[in-house]
């Protein structure tokens, strides 16, 4: 006989949807509960991750129609399936040697996404009983891939902090003889650009840490590019080859839908990897690859990139970056109210701390400008901020009037702002 209770509800008395219900409150009592939201079109775009602001741009759209329009061969919309079955194309391949060869890698695998990447990557590449050293913020979808992956162990290290990688690689080197003998491979997981930060991790130092400490070369790192794509580096081919340590790192990862206005994501590594990839990544393996409208927007991308097309927009945003820092440095802050600016300064991502980030956020909305509060578990409790993104097309007076927007809240008595806005 099924009883009331039984239908739909759980042991604790609740039905499933109530418990969803719960959660929700639980999530709006601590300020936390996630919305969608749509900001008006004529809204100024200081959020987006749409750093050279070529999603709209006239040479990319451009050369993108010309390229669905004038491909030679016919080439269907739909990939058809997955990329072991019937969703590679020749185009697909050509498309991952053009970028391998931009970004000076042996070979390259295209993912969905990059979630589907770090994934893929994380959960198939170490091995059984194999290490895992990862930066304290890196995203979530690393994290998603640590979860499933195989490694005996992972350990967090302090946010782009050399210092705290080489005690927590050295402590591990002290307690289990294979790290030390080479026969465990340690796997570096960091970021170059980090989203919510938009600091650029000393890549260097880590790598330094890693060659004294593990010398006989049981060290790999994992670097995700995602924010420096298009953005940073020679033609935005990222910080790893700023800095020409490409041969030093076992895998990188580039994605596409921040600054190259497209979607999806390259893995960059070896050739044996990359067929290991395809063997054993199963969000690589069990999903529909890309269609032809995603390959030719990132062939698009990459065509502008390594024609130099992009290097202006990259200079824009520097400008850009330098006039906002300024500004921000010009904004006159009572005692009263908790606001600090953090800023890594080449970044094109700034952090304004303060302890009421919706109500910043809702106030630069009205406003006119599009920024969005930060609040946790997306970042550590008590990091809550509103992130501001600049774009190649945003102006210095945009800037400025969000510098002025953001005194006028500042102006406002603390006391009085829950009540005004
Ligand atoms: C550092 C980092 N890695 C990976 C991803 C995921 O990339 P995608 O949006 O292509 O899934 C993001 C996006 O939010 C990111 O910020």
Known sequence: MTSQRSI????????????????????????????????????????????????????????????????????????GGSRLLDGNSAYAEELERFVADFHEAPAALLFNSGYDANIGILSSIPQPGDLILYDELIHASSHEGMRLSRAG????????????????????IEQDSKVKDGSRNVFVVV?????????????????????????????????????????????????????GVQD????????????LASHGAMVLCGPETRDYLINYARSLIYTTALGFPFLASIRTAYELLSSGETESLQDRVQKLIGHLHKSLAT????????????????????????????????????????????????????????????HAGNTEEEVEGLVETIQSWLDIAPAQRGTKL
């Open 8 to 79: 739909g509800a759980s042991p604790t008395g609740k039905t499933l949807v109530e418990s969803f219900r719960d959660a929700l409150s639980r999530r709006e009592a601590k300020s936390a509960r996630r919305r969608l939201t749509i900001l008006p079109q004529t809204a100024v775009d200081f959020s987006s991750n749409d750093f050279l602001s070529l999603s709209t741009a006239p040479a990319y759209r451009n050369r993108y129609l010309a390229h669905v329009n004038n491909t030679p061969e016919f080439f269907p919309f739909a990939s």
């Open 248 to 259: 030093r790192i076992f895998i990188r990862v580039h994605t596409f839908g921040k600054a």
């Open 153 to 172: 162990r992972r350990e967090m290290f302090l946010h782009s902090c050399p210092v705290s990688l080489r005690e927590v690689l050295k402590a591990q």
């Open 331 to 390: 904004l006159q802050i009572r005692q009263s109210v908790m606001f600090e600016v953090d800023h890594f300064p080449t970044s094109p991502i700034f952090s304004l701390r303060t302890s009421q980030p919706r109500e910043l956020a809702s106030f630069c909305q009205k406003a006119g400008f599009v920024v969005r509060a930060i609040m946790p578990p997306t970042i550590p409790d008590g990091k809550e901020r509103v992130r501001v993104c600049l």
């Open 191 to 243: 970021e170059s650009i980090y989203s919510m930060d938009g600091d650029v991790a000393p890549i260097k130092k880590f790598l330094d840490v890693v060659d004294e400490l593990l010398p006989l070369g049981n060290g790999y790192f994992i670097v995700d590019e995602a924010h420096a794509t298009g953005v940073c580096g020679p033609k935005g081919a990222g910080v790893v080859q700023a800095l």
